[in-house]
């Protein structure tokens, strides 16, 4: 099983639709989650960090599920901007300095 | 706002050859990172370095790879006798003290090896 595993897609919506992107995490343990967004050839962006609880920020929430070792990404009226490739992150061990695991990313595109 | 820098934007070398990427990580940061991308796969990590020395290394930061943090604002990654696979775009990353554990990326080194 694949440390984090992620829908590759495309999702093509169109401007002001609501998507949503899944993950799932092999490794128990692990204790810090974020989503970066990524341009083409561009770096990975923080997005935002995922808490336990869930949070929103704007038209971005984020949510973690422990038991099932889920976590999820909801974009509320979606933007052409928002195009992107959706990065699900994992600290495995989340502690300070640690590595972070990556999945192969859900690409989205969003259309006029 | 600040953030990460990295030099050179892409670098074109021969295999066999010796490369050096540079970064300049946030000046308050205390974490530095490298990590790598092929194209058209995921992000990966290569090394963590704090207080001077690594903290964690990768299977793929073998021999030929070291870190070296010369100064107080640079942070390079030494690539020696490059192989066509290293091939890839290379990312520097830092992070704060603190609670976050969120890093923060450098715009990237493209490199090239022929």
């Known amino acids: 099983r694949k440390e984090v595993e992620q829908d590759p897609g495309p999702f093509n919506v169109p401007e002001g639709a609501t998507v949503a992107f899944n993950c799932t995490y092999s490794n128990s343990a692990s204790q810090s989650f974020f989503w970066y967004r990524q341009d083409c050839r561009k770096e990975p962006k923080l997005l935002m960090s995922v808490y336990s609880s869930g949070n929103e920020d704007g038209r971005f929430t984020a949510q973690l599920n422990r038991a099932s070792q889920y976590i999820s990404l909801l974009i509320r009226d979606s933007k052409l901007s928002d195009s992107a490739t959706y990065l699900c992150?994992?600290?495995?061990?989340?502690?300070?300095?640690?590595?972070?695991?990556f999945g192969q990313g859900t690409e989205l595109s969003v259309k006029p | 706002e600040p953030e990460v820098t990295q030099t050179p934007s892409h670098q074109v070398t021969q295999m066999g050859q010796e490369v050096i990427l540079r970064c300049v990580p946030i000046s308050n940061h205390l974490y530095f990172y490298w990590y790598r991308q092929i194209l058209g796969q995921k992000v990966e990590f290569l090394v963590s370095?704090?207080?001077?020395?690594?903290?964690?290394k990768s299977e793929i930061f073998d021999d030929q790879f070291s870190v070296e943090r010369p100064d107080g604002s640079n942070f390079t990654l030494k690539i020696r006798s490059t192989k066509l696979e290293d091939s890839a775009m290379y990312f520097c990353?830092?992070?704060?003290?603190?609670?976050?554990?969120?890093?923060?990326f450098g715009p990237g080194t493209r490199l090239t090896v022929t």
């Open positions: 370095f704090y207080n001077n020395e690594i903290s964690e």
């Open positions: 990353a830092s992070s704060p003290q603190g609670f976050s554990y969120e890093q923060y």
């Open positions: 992150v994992v600290n495995p061990l989340g502690n300070q300095g640690g590595k972070l695991i």
